[in-house]
């Protein structure tokens, strides 16, 4: 199996650790919040998911929680970044500093790491996070968009059993790898360009919007 460091100790971060290490690979979570990898490191899960908890204790031994980025990416194969992208007061825009600060932050490694976005992020912005990697002189990182379709409360089989795997990546190799990892998973995996899985994120996004509006509507009109 393979090693995996997954930056971001939040909702999704916490549930795509404990579930990758479930599937047998050993995970190292970042955080930049003291207090929050102290408890995870005492066993104490700072948000409420439904079997979140008792999968994370499972596999203890697979998992452990670091606040050094350096640590987290030494040895490992893979990079799942899982930070938040929250909506930019007035305009709306997704805020990418965090995940800026993951691209930043990322200290020279050597060895074929994936860099695997998970965060929800406008399209395009993949390609600049390659062109930044490149600067850096880190071509040798390779890039996957893998976008995450889960929902809270059932978060777990969202990702154990999920309706289709979206991996989208520069180089197919890359994509070859991140597909390998849901490889014991039940699930259709659908490989395309990095724009293409970004945009399948944000119309799926949409489309959930749409039909919450849309049955709130149909509920207002059954009050009338």
């Not at 965090?98 to 930043?104: I, Y």
């Amino acid at each position: 199996m393979s090693r995996i460091a997954v930056f971001g100790a939040g909702y999704v971060g916490l549930v795509t650790a404990a579930c990758l290490a479930d599937l047998g690979n050993d995970v190292i979570v970042r955080d930049v919040v003291p207090e929050k990898v102290e408890g995870l490191l005492r066993g104490e899960v700072p948000i409420f998911e439904p079997g979140l908890d008792e999968l994370l204790a499972k596999n203890a031994e697979r998992l452990t929680f670091t606040l050094d980025a350096g640590e987290a990416v030494a040895g490992a194969e893979f990079l799942f970044v899982c930070v938040d992208t929250p909506p930019v007061a007035y305009s709306g825009d997704a805020d990418l500093s965090r995940v800026w600060t993951v691209v930043d932050e990322l200290p020279s490694v050597e060895g074929d790491l994936v860099l695997v976005l998970k965060s929800t992020v406008p399209v395009g912005t993949g390609e600049k996070v390659r062109a930044a990697l490149d600067q850096r002189g880190l071509e040798h990182v390779g890039y996957v968009s893998n976008p995450e379709f889960t929902a809270e409360g059932r978060a777990l089989r969202d990702f154990m059993e999920p309706d289709r795997v979206v991996i989208g990546a520069f180089d197919t190799d890359d994509a070859e790898r991140v597909e390998s990892l849901y490889a014991s998973l039940d699930a259709p995996v659908v490989q395309m360009d990095v724009n293409s899985a970004e945009m399948v994120k944000l119309a799926s996004n949409a489309f959930l919007m749409t039909r919450i509006s849309f049955i709130n509507e149909i509920a207002n009109v059954c009050e009338a």
